[in-house]
């Protein structure tokens, strides 16, 4: 079977990953309706391609809190990545850096931050955390992050408490005993949500500051009002995320609530999204709507389950092809070009 | 099999209950184009999340006329509750008391007022009444209930006629022999509708009002223009209600009509809603649009036919879990907390 | 089988009419887009119900042209009545007086006005006619329409020339010859569409009005445009139509032509409509928005084809029983009361 | 079977047809979007048609360029139909001139122009071109296709690069070796889609108008500053196209783009439109928002695969009866009649 586009990936990965492995995979929360949104509220968005600019030499790199990625998309954090493949996050952290794009670990990884950055030394890595209620474990990971050159500290705004995925819970999801949540390993029991502080407030984001020199970026965001709270608490980035749609479910779609966030944040920041991308031109309507990157969390999934970091750059491939051609035909030769004026909503 | 959400009960309810019995409880008048709206409409409301708000100590209760409930979720007033388990209405107000909610009893009970409260001594209930041809029996369950404890009258005012519920008629539905609508069985002859009395005004509201100090609600209010009479008339409260889709079809659903009547209202009486609530955040969406508490029809009786009062009380509490979680990820730690704010009416 | 709404009676002809006679009726233009969405257009109107109305003494009755009918439902012209039932307009013509509602007869009967007439004297019925080449057959059958008692004259205007339906093409569709479209006899072979006159313009009115006393109304109005015209040029009544879907397809659904062609007409003449109606709350629907009768064809051709006569008046008479209903749910008790205030567009 | 309509050569060509040579005529960019809502965009479009207007003498004709047509429809350029009919473009061309239609040939004929020319001497053709890498090669194309006589040079300015079309991918889709792209063969190597030039812009437009005294028209505009442009560079004509969909997926469908793009030119050229044409009254609507013509691609096709130059008459006529039938029923007798009076957005 010829892989051409991302669903070529979640087709296989769907037929041979476990059950159980792909419904934690593919779960959204209750109807999974923000899930599906997600996807449906690209298709709302209508480019207006412009025609006859020299195209003929594409620049499609960029630049993230200052360091340059081949094209604007990258890993979002997902736990779990041995439940794909078996050498999990350290396949991950190797596709990213022969890609040369930005991989956010998760603090769900089932392999080590050290594991991670000895699998492919000298990759762009931020680190996604949680603040737990046991401050000094995570006090440590953020020093054991930065120590490992990691170069930005993503905070998940949008778990106070798990949301609830009916396919999980029917099927009593838990981790198969030979993985491990190692980065938790040390200072707690495995895989137990309460270690998850609901009390975190904007505060927080002090504490965290005081911590680290690390860039600070929040992940959640899906409002006006929490894209200047977190500008006004000094974050160097905004991910607007719905967390796949597995959180609260009737949320926003991500791309939805990116256009309020671009215009609340002003460019005070850099603002990315995650969320339904599934083509290359999901990309360009991102960036023209202001993102300065796109972070895709299942289709990733899907690339290691089907040849490990192998399956992952094809996955990352295909979309920067997709990508490339998708703005030669909307009239850019460059990200720079890219704006607003090459989309609209769809009256539908 | 694992009951996981409201759904897992219908379709036990389904599987499970005599054909007759679940046609009854399923139907709605002509095309069910409004009972199956009631759900829709909810569908189309998108939450306005807000992040990093201490969500630590939850506090989901509220109060209803001056009681307070376990949290806004209160058991509609529907008939026939024997049809869905053998000690009917018995079951429903002992699973009420116990999770410390508001259950209306129906006129239409196959128990009487006093077995209901016998079987659930110091439970919240109110009566649900209709005005009949012969005042004298209206006024003779009015004081009865007042004297059993039921804290305030429901006033249907949208039945003057039965509404035409297709496979009621094609079944020939009708109570089973055994089982008997006991509160009118006193003055009436059993179970014909035009006991009811289709020349019902605003004025019999001050006749009611006569008769009795508890507070009066009224049920079944869809217009802003009814709800400035309702308040005119000295009501204590307003259920927006199209009777689950079973009265006139391709009326508003119950949570588009509730914004105009909280509109109208204007705090000046309290306003509650029911029809299509199926999930914690439906209960979230009604509250943050003004409604002060919600009432489920069909999922209660899917919980008695699964297993009778312990069945009604899982349905509950899998949707005060979900409530609570829902508010926890809107950020939202106490029902005060909940807001306009919290939603937005999707474009599509 | 209980025949409990109109949709029973479409399936019952669906299953026993030869299928060519069931594509004759059922056809719509090219994509049948305008057919569907007559029906489709209605679902979009919502009602806005009101409570506590006396309703205790219903009165369906209205008033056409100065006659009363037993409830603003009449029978549209349709050709081919003995395709649907032996006796053919004969039965129609009983049906309707039984009922006591108008009857607006075919120019394309397969019975003649003579025997309409003699099947059900004293009947109220309209005659509708087209403009032919040949003006003096015109002339005679509108004579004979007025010698015979028939009460007004419907000139249908959209039919310059015959849309296309495909299945007609397909099955070659064309009477069995034991049919005759008997009125055309006598001063024309049978059945040849290019009798009528494309070059029909609006002077013709004044020609069809000095043939005659009879009330001339225009039916296949669908803008605000011919409205005026209509109303300028001396008819006394307008039938907003598309002729079932059958002409022009995609052009507007009939209920949302009426709001401008009521807002043009500004009371001057009555104004009906015909197209979708499938239940009593759609005829509701229509006078919310103006109309003053609504007109069914198909229905009536699945009443013929159950049982003749009897089984047009089994669909009037659940047409005027849901009608009685849906108008006695939205609060009024008779016609009068029945105004635009009772309905809204549904924004979706 | 009979041809009825224009699905019905689709399902004829889509059975008889070899699958790869379907689906490339098919194809669609990634995931078909805008191929499919170029069809779907007509289907909300209404018509408010006028009636009683004198239509018994039709003239469908138009002028294109000053040179008179029989009714409003050309044949769009599309490649390889020696795919669907032995005869390729030698076939399109017979049945062009026997229509009196404009057929615009491909650079990627499997004809060669000569051929073409030959084969239907003094048909009105213009001539499709890309501007190839090699100017030289688009220069003699230009030179010869003045001299054979064609009137007009549609230049396509939507293809830089090849749109990824997914089913080619997988079908490795390759003309036969018996077909060649034979107007190319002389100067090289065959189907190298890299013979073109991305790097045009609209100075390119000047380079070419100093080649050739035939009028330039440009296919590919979508957006009304592009309108503008092309107008301001001294084209004859544009033609709003997407390339059927096949380019950028998620572009505006073509109809809806001719809205604007007519505004912005404001009649200062001619305007032409093409993709989802499927019927008639497509011709009509498009005609009534400011099209003086439109072309057809893949129904073309779709004829040539049926029957060869009859079944592409076939098809043509089909569209002309259409044509002119909507024409009457919407009351217009002429082409000159036709206005954006005619039409209007569906609000769904």
Known sequence: MAMVCLSDFEAYAKKYLPKIAWDYFAAGADDCTTRDENILAYKRIRFRPRMLRDVSVMDIRTKILGSEISFPVGIAPTGFHQLAWPDGEKSTARAARAMNICYIASTYSTCTLEEISAAAPGGLRWFQLYIHRNRAASQQLVRQAEALGFQALVLTADLPYT?????????????????????????????????????????????????????????GILTREDAELAVRHGVQGIIVSNHGGRQLDEGPATIDALVEVVEAVRGRVEVYVDGGIRKGSDV??????????????????????????EGLQDVMRILQDEFRLSMALAGCASVSEVGQHLVQFSKL
């Open 284 to 309: 360009l309507k991102a960036l023209a709507l202001g993102a300065k990157c796109v972070f895709i969390g299942r289709p990733a999934l899907w690339g290691l389950a089907y040849k490990g970091e």
């Open 163 to 219: 949301g609830k995925r009916r396919d999980d819970v029917r099927n009593g999801f838990r981790l198969p005993p030979h993985m491990k949540v190692k980065n938790l390993e040390r200072a707690f029991e495995v895989c137990k949500m309460s270690l998850l502080d609901p009390s975190v407030t904007w505060n927080d984001i002090y504490w965290l500051r005081s911590l680290t020199r690390l860039p600070i970026i929040i992940k």
